[in-house]
């Protein structure tokens, strides 16, 4: 540091080639014309060759009608629909797996964790063959596999596999009740907010009275209790106006309910699988990061096993567990593009590659879904280091 | 009477039996609590439903031998119930070279051979100039294998040697299979680590210009999945290029190592330097 300081400085007689004042200027005006010419060299060919090949660029694209349909839409979409609303409909169905994707692995890989540092033998030893097959096989060959799997091991509609009477699985997909809301529903979510509010005012009562009086309160059940309890009770006080909707076989297929298609469920489970090993393997070495020297200093000090494990173990594992967490997350929202080797709807398949192929307009195509996955990742990036942060060893 | 005072030292009496050996080890465990013995129980149900239906399919009721399609079939027609591996003995030179001509094969085994042998020598201990020989193999490697790919004589169509000629140009979109597959990764890997110390070196610099070009590159390539980084070098690139090049749609990325196979990895290699 000290010669790089000296050199800064310039000392006296140094040749100007030879300073690292001017040698910085000039490497970095030096990198800015490559840059700049490199991106004014594609910008001319690009706007050449579009013109040679008569494609007009924009995005007035987006407001014609599309004239595809989607197997799996979550808001109102039809073929004459435009190319945007494709876009609306293609972006929900990416989050919606990413969403699920990212809850189950996060489960499958904690489970998976605690699971290789068991003390029973057999368990590690599955757990550990689950993580390293699963790792080492591309996600690409997983999903296909498991698309076939699930495609060749159900039955038609009318044969279908009935979990009591109210789960249908077929291979048109798997059937669920579902909640069809009446009116005089708003009571629940208002409940739910009160119910919040609640915890939220419980919470800081219960630790100002155990710094206060050193009495314990059971804020976790307690809250568990009144946001599922709350809305349970409004329901149930306004007449229970909701109702859950059950599928019938009407005919060839099933009626009513809801349905989730081969395609998501075979897309979830090829990357919750996928993902959990990998979160498992991050959840293991958080754990492992936590000497045992703190396990035997709470004891000392009279902590049980459970408080432990919830107050000194987890929190100093979740420093080391958290930033790799967050890019297994990022990785399984990017992962899921995979779905266009099994025709699931989600961005990649339905925008880069219908809508592309449709309208010819390359550039915009690629452009968009690029700039929503990142802006996507970038968000759970910021989402994550926030928490990070908030998790972070506070050093007095 | 006299009483006897035992001075003498008596040998050690063995460790209960329940502690050593195989008991030992079972009881330490898989069963040294009411729950471990519960997971116990659980692991073996779930190793029972597991395997044994596996090693049927992939053994006891797989076909092994014969050489078609209808080996693999009952005699009315209908599919044999377990693996039928015949099919991928079948298949294996396809699996390996994918579409390359027939004759031509050995041209793949010999880049094999050659590039095996051009890296035997590191496993010498005390070789001369191993570091430089190092570098100086991994940046031929490729070359070597490429060349040997794709042979060097280019014959007009027309000619009667450019069907036979042992060195005839074999284009791109022929290639295939596990070596195609070999040959992307070595390139990739060789191309990404210079270019991801490279950025990682420069997110780190003081040069403004330097790091905020270095961030911005890394961010965003590792913020898009790998899929539409492939399309655009499928769609895009012949845009982007003064003349629309003469690739197969087919393999995007995978004939042209330069512009896909090196841009992806770059970042992680990048992001594991700087950290």
């Not at chain 1, 291979?171 to 939220?200: D, I, K, S, T």
């Not at chain 1, 307690?222 to 909707?245: E, K, N, R, T």
């Not at chain 2, 898989?30 to 597991?50: C, D, P, R």
């Not at chain 2, 294996?92 to 010999?110: H, K, N, Q």
Request: aromatic residues 12%; contains cysteine; proline residues 7%.
């Amino acid at each position: 540091m000290a010669v790089h300081v000296s050199e800064a400085a310039g000392a006296p007689g140094t040749p100007i080639w030879l300073d690292a004042r001017y040698r910085a200027i000039f490497f970095q005006i030096a990198l800015l014309i490559l840059v700049v010419g490199f991106g004014l060299f594609i910008f001319h060919n690009t706007y050449q060759n579009l013109q040679v090949r008569g494609i007009a660029s924009g995005f007035g694209f987006l407001n014609t009608t599309a004239g595809f349909d989607i197997i799996q839409t979550m808001v109102p979409y039809s073929a004459e629909s435009s190319y945007g609303q494709a876009l609306l409909v293609s972006l929900l169905n990416t989050l919606l797996v990413a969403a699920i994707g990212v809850v189950l692995a996060t489960i499958v890989g904690f489970v998976i964790g605690v699971a290789r540092l068991s003390r029973n033998w057999l368990v590690a030893r599955i757990a550990a063959v689950y993580i390293e097959v699963v790792r080492n096989i591309p996600l690409l060959l997983q999903i296909i596999f498991w698309y076939l799997v699930l495609g060749k091991s159900t039955p038609g509609p009318r044969q279908s596999i009935a979990i009591g009477s109210i789960f249908f699985l077929n291979n048109r997909g798997l059937y669920l009740p579902w909640p069809v809301l009446e009116e005089g529903f708003w009571v629940a979510p208002v409940a739910l907010v009160a119910a919040v509010a609640g915890v939220v005012f419980m919470a800081r009562w219960a630790k100002k009275r155990q710094e206060a009086t050193g009495q314990q309160f059971p804020t976790i059940s307690a809250s568990l209790g009144l946001i599922f309890g709350l809305p349970l009770l409004a329901l149930l006080a306004a007449g229970m106006p909701v109702h859950l909707d059950y599928p019938q076989l009407k005919g060839f297929n099933f009626q009513g309910g809801m349905v989730l298609i081969p395609e998501l469920i075979s897309l979830t489970f090829a990357l919750v699988i996928y993902t959990g090993a990998f979160i498992g393997e991050n959840v293991r070495a958080g754990i492992m990061a936590v000497s045992h020297g703190q396990t035997e200093a709470a004891y000392a000090i009279g902590l049980r096993p459970g408080p432990t494990l919830r107050l000194v173990i987890i929190p100093q594992a979740m420093r080391v567990i958290i930033p790799p967490l967050t890019s297994q997350y990022l990785n399984l929202t990017k992962n899921s593009s995979l779905a266009t080797a099994i025709a699931y709807p989600d961005l990649v398949a339905v925008f880069a590659g219908t809508v592309l192929n449709q309208t010819g307009q390359a550039i915009e195509c690629i452009a968009i879904t690029m700039a929503v996955y990142l802006t996507t990742s970038l968000t759970t990036s910021i989402f994550m280091n926030w928490f990070n942060r908030k998790m972070a060893l506070t050093e007095r | 009477m006299t009483t006897a005072v035992d001075t003498g030292q008596k040998a050690d009496l063995p460790p209960p039996a329940a502690t050593v050996g195989a008991i030992g080890w079972l009881r330490e465990n898989l069963f040294s609590s009411w729950g471990n013995t519960l997971l116990t129980v659980v692991a073996v149900y779930i190793l029972y439903l597991a395997i044994p239906p596996l090693v049927e399919w992939a053994v006891m009721n797989a076909t092994w031998t014969g050489n078609a399609a209808k080996d693999c079939r009952m005699p009315d027609g209908s599919a044999k119930e377990g693996a039928c591996w015949i099919f991928i003995r079948a298949w294996f030179s396809g699996f390996m070279y994918g579409l390359y001509p027939y004759d031509l094969r050995w041209r793949v085994d010999l880049a094999a051979v050659i590039v095996l042998l051009m890296f035997a020598p590191l496993a010498i201990k005390r070789f001369p100039f191993k570091t430089h020989y190092g570098v100086a193999v991994i940046l031929l490697a490729p070359v070597v294998a490429y060349v040997l790919f794709r042979g060097f004589i280019d014959f007009p169509p027309n000619d009667p040697l450019s069907n036979t000629h042992p060195w005839r140009v074999v284009e791109t979109h022929k290639w295939g299979g596990l070596s195609l597959t070999l040959l992307i990764a070595s390139v990739g890997i060789i191309a990404s680590l210079p270019l991801g110390i490279l950025l990682a070196l420069g997110r780190r610099s003081h040069m403004p210009i330097v790091s905020t070009f270095c961030v911005l590159f890394i961010e965003l390539w590792r913020a898009v999945p790998l899929i539409t980084v492939l399309f655009m070098s499928s769609v895009m690139l012949p845009l982007f290029l003064s003349r629309p090049p003469t690739w197969p749609r087919w393999c995007a990325g995978a004939c042209r190592p330069s512009p896909r196979a090196s841009t992806r990895p770059r970042w992680r290699l990048a992001s594991t330097t700087r950290a």
